[in-house]
């Protein structure tokens, strides 16, 4: 997944980012309101983390302004503001969850998942298709009594794949899911990664064929 953290405290972003980067997420991150809106106009978030007190303004306000504009990009708020009338009023301002500072990195990945899985619909963490299963709890691709781990990027790649199941994937569109806006990262890293799911899928009844000039797709072998 991608994620979008608008936070102006260094050492906290630091911390969420690498976190996040642990698992296999791209994770773009902002300081202020005006550099947030910027990545926004550029990419494709499926989750944006909110601080309220920013440097150029009030994270209330660029939520309001969000939903306002229909964008239906989920959003948890981290707010050091414990009242009850103050998680209320980020609820009502269109807010997914909250999140109060100080707060557990595990119980952070928790609420992520668990906003992720209701702004998409129930989720599954096995996925199957032709006699493969990707196993995304496990980070293991498992055919024909055999598992096989996966590195954080591999999961995340093949996770888009099983989720759509013959539909073609530009190297840009795969780029975007994979790495962040700061990353030194071509196209020819998708190509490298798409190699090395190959291998993985070797001996199985899946394959990810490219389908010359507009990317790849995963269908029966």
Do not use: W
């Not at 050091?80 to 997914?96: F, H, K, P, Q």
């Not at 794949?161 to 890293?189: C, H, I, M, W």
């Amino acid at each position: 997944m991608r994620f979008l953290l608008i936070e102006d405290s260094p050492k906290l972003a630091r911390a969420v980012m690498e976190r996040l980067q642990l698992d296999g997420h791209a994770v773009d991150h902002a300081e202020t309101l005006d550099a947030a809106s910027a990545c926004i106009a550029v990419a494709k978030y499926d989750l944006i983390l909110l601080d309220i007190m920013l440097p150029d303004g009030d994270g209330r306000d660029f939520l309001q302004q969000h939903r306002e504009a229909a964008n239906k990009t989920p959003v948890i708020v981290i707010t050091a503001r414990s009242a009850v009338s103050d998680r209320v009023g980020l609820l009502d301002l269109g807010a997914d969850d909250y999140i109060t500072k100080p707060f557990d990195f595990a119980e952070l990945e928790a609420r992520c998942r668990a906003v992720v899985r209701r702004h998409g619909g129930p989720a599954d963490n096995r996925k199957s298709f032709a006699g493969t299963v990707l196993d995304s709890s496990t980070a293991e691709l498992q055919f024909s009594g055999i598992s096989i781990p996966l590195r954080n990027r591999e999961l995340r790649l093949l996770e888009v794949f099983f989720n759509a199941p013959g539909q073609v994937f530009s190297k840009a569109y795969l780029l975007d899911r994979l790495f962040s806006l700061t990353d030194e990262a071509s196209e020819n890293a998708i190509e490298v990664y798409v190699g090395r799911l190959r291998k993985r899928l070797e001996g199985s009844g899946t394959v990810i064929e490219t389908v010359r000039g507009l990317g790849y797709r995963m269908v029966a072998a």
